[in-house]
């Protein structure tokens, strides 16, 4: 008899956690409020009228202290290894390169836990954010808040505009890369990753199938 179906449905079974619940809140806490500030920041562009900048400066303040949380947490806790780049990510894209333009008939090693392209889009994203969140908080002296009064000549003129063309062009930046990220996240093939950003966790198989045991060394097979 072939054990192979019976194989298969019990890896199914088994389950690898991936994303752990503090990253899970933090990614979809992030999610949120980019949203937000998008949302107050280029509808009123559109014409859309209302009192935006209260929402938009609390989300950006919220934005800045759980990025903050997040990178105390990456410094700390979580494995920082996983997110570095190196001449394997390079060999395994170059691999797939061929692989996709037929020029090989050698599929591509298998990645670690990120591959190249999951890592590039982390570190751009990280620069963006940092970019916006560190010129919207110089921007916040330029409105009234219950915490202190408005100081719009803390900069020249000319160091203020450096200051909103840096902001707008990483706005611009995160919403390209929102649209891009939104997109591959429902592609089909991709749903497993997608799942495991909503419940933490992919199969064996998925494990088995897409990463490399040796570059990710998991501990134990677990639900949770």
């Known amino acids: 008899m072939n054990s192979q179906p019976t194989q298969n449905t019990e890896d199914n079974a088994k389950k690898v956690v991936r994303h752990k619940l503090p990253d899970r809140i933090y990614h979809w806490t992030m999610a949120l409020t980019v949203i937000v500030l998008l949302v107050t920041a280029f509808l009123p562009i ?21 990025v903050f949380i997040h990178i105390v947490r990456a410094l700390i806790w979580q494995e920082r290894a996983a997110m570095n780049i190196g001449l394997s ?45 560190g010129t919207g908080g110089v921007m916040l002296a330029k409105i009234d808040t219950p915490f202190w009064q408005r ?58 199938d897409n990463h490399d045991p040796d570059a990710w060394v998991i501990e134990t097979d677990k639900s949770k």
């Open 46 to 66: 559109a014409g859309l009228k209302f009192p935006w900048v209260t929402v938009h400066w609390i989300a950006g303040v919220i934005l800045g202290v759980i």
């Open 89 to 133: 990510d390079i060999k395994h894209a170059l691999q797939a390169f061929k692989w996709v333009l037929r020029t090989s008939k050698q599929p591509p090693d298998r990645p670690g836990k990120y591959p190249l392209l999951q890592k590039l889009y982390h570190h751009g994203i990280a620069v963006i954010v940092l970019v916006l969140i």
């Open 151 to 208: 100081n719009p000549y803390m900069l020249s003129a000319e160091n203020w505009g450096y200051i909103y063309v840096l902001h707008d062009l990483a706005s611009m930046a995160v919403l390209a890369l929102l649209m891009i990220h939104i997109y591959f996240a429902i592609r089909p093939e991709k749903l497993w990753i997608t799942r495991s950003m909503i419940l933490g966790w992919i199969t064996n198989q998925e494990y088995k």
